[in-house]
């Protein structure tokens, strides 16, 4: 890993891992709904609370099935090839050590003549 991150050429890789990273924080939280509508029509009292949370409830599986969908169709995620999501879990977490690692906050940070600045 390159460790000039300030420079835009070093983030060549960046975009996809963010993708699938982002979208499995997606599919995770849309779990979470799922569960939590889950446990609130259980706890409905009246027909009509409950037929609201059905609706939530189908809603929530609905989006839950098209993050799992897209994030399959892109290669991000690989449930039935336990060795592929493996690999890819291991590559996502060599790189999060490797950006912990990183001096996020250099002394100079200072870009001063890469750019055309008015002189002052």
Request: charged share 25%.
């Amino acid at each position: 890993m390159i460790n000039d991150y300030l420079e835009i050429r070093n983030a060549e890789g960046m975009p996809k891992l963010v993708d699938g990273t982002m979208s499995l924080g997606f599919l995770l939280n849309a779990k979470s709904g799922v569960r939590n509508c889950a446990i609130a029509l259980t706890e409905a009292t009246t027909p009509e609370v409950r037929k609201v949370l059905q609706k939530e409830l189908y809603d929530a599986f609905y989006i839950h099935e098209e993050i799992y969908k897209l994030m399959v169709r892109k290669r991000w995620f690989h449930p039935i090839d336990l060795d592929k999501q493996f690999q890819i879990d291991m590559e996502a977490s060599k790189t999060a050590v490797q950006i912990a690692s990183m001096d996020l906050f250099p002394g100079d940070t200072s870009r001063i003549g890469t750019f055309a600045t008015p002189e002052k």
